[in-house]
């Protein structure tokens, strides 16, 4: 056998198992090993007996953890946590414990085992294995709904950094943040630009939830939450209109009837910002084109290319003017009124 092949052949089974590593970090996320790790190093039967969990089997999850770089391990036995493995705290600032436990849920689990459904069928997996789509049963299920928040408040303190910098939202009087979530993003803009106010739009449960993150963040006093059904109307009177991570949960026609809604709500100066992932060429780009498989079996959405989006914009009667990269996995997608 050629060095080539024995090399693919031991990235592929990597691949293949790349399951287990996902699944043993949820366990972990789920059991808050890294929270009983944040004062220093602590043996399997310590944590076993914080986490009610059986000692040995608890030691060998961790193990396999630490050959993998989340925490380490001594010669002694005793696990600390790693630079990576700080991030599964749950008091840290960009905590991935919420995203480890929600695409570990049982929900995402029965999803994904039926992708070949949704490659034979062209249809979305969950509503076939639940009985309904991902944002019912989040309704259903207001635990579940939890962590899907907080998940997304981590992914976008994660990259709004980024957006801010690559954006002037300075020029804007006042930008609504539409199918914001509590108002991280829109807190983090309103942050560096103390001249401009908000409009929070979003379902009337979850704008509920804004006030701690708006307080927080020091910007409660410009900004006006609105709950809205997105698919009919939005405020009017913003000078920019930002969708961020919202239209890729959606297939096409129903991202249209998003954008259309925006756009009646749009005055002839204004501005729609869609913050999404732009697909990459041939070859490339994993980090969309997997999540595109995830729209697929969850939620129905897509990613998207850039004449595919110019496409929907152009539908929606907006005129896409500009596509600029605000991080590895996101772009900045800038319309206009046709």
Do not use: C, N
Request: hydrophobic share 45%.
């Amino acid at each position: 056998m050629v060095e080539g092949t024995t090399q693919g052949f031991a990235e592929l089974l990597g691949i293949v198992r790349g399951y287990q590593h996902s699944r043993a970090v949820t366990v972990a996320a789920e059991l808050g090993i890294a929270d009983l790790l944040r004062d220093g190093p602590r043996d399997a039967e310590d944590l076993a007996a914080a986490t009610g969990s059986h000692p040995p089997t608890l030691y060998r999850l961790l193990r396999a953890l630490a050959a993998i770089g989340v925490f380490a391990e001594d010669d002694d036995g005793r696990f600390a946590l790693t630079p990576m493995g700080e991030y599964l705290r749950r008091d840290h600032p960009l905590s991935l414990d919420p995203g480890a436990r929600m695409f570990g849920a049982d929900y995402q689990w029965a999803a994904w085992g039926e992708l070949a459904h949704s490659v034979r069928t062209g249809d979305t997996a969950a509503p076939h294995v639940l009985g309904t789509d991902v944002w019912e049963h989040l309704r259903r299920h207001p635990d579940q709904g939890e962590i899907f928040d907080a998940a997304m408040r981590t992914s976008s303190r994660a990259e709004v950094t980024h957006l801010v910098a690559a954006h002037d939202f300075g020029r804007y009087r006042v930008v609504a943040d539409v199918g914001g979530g509590t108002g991280a993003v829109l807190a983090a803009v309103l942050a560096a630009h103390p001249e401009v106010r908000g409009v929070l739009a979003d379902q009337e449960h979850v704008v509920a939830g804004a006030a701690p993150v708006l307080r927080a963040a020091g910007v409660e006093d410009r900004v006006t939450t609105v709950p809205v059904d997105f698919f009919h109307h939005v405020p009017r009177g913003a000078d920019a209109y930002l969708l961020a991570r919202i239209l890729h949960d959606w297939p096409d026609d129903d991202a249209v009837r998003i954008l259309r809604t925006v756009r009646a709500a749009l005055g002839p100066d204004g501005r729609v910002l869609v913050v999404d992932a732009v697909v990459g060429p041939p070859g490339e780009d994993p980090l969309s084109k997997f999540l595109d498989l995830m729209m697929l079996v969850s939620l129905g959405g897509r990613e998207r290319t850039e004449p595919e989006w110019a496409a929907l914009f152009a539908e929606a009667g907006l005129r896409l003017v500009g596509v600029t990269r605000t991080s590895p996995s996101r772009h900045l997608l800038e319309g206009v009124a046709v």
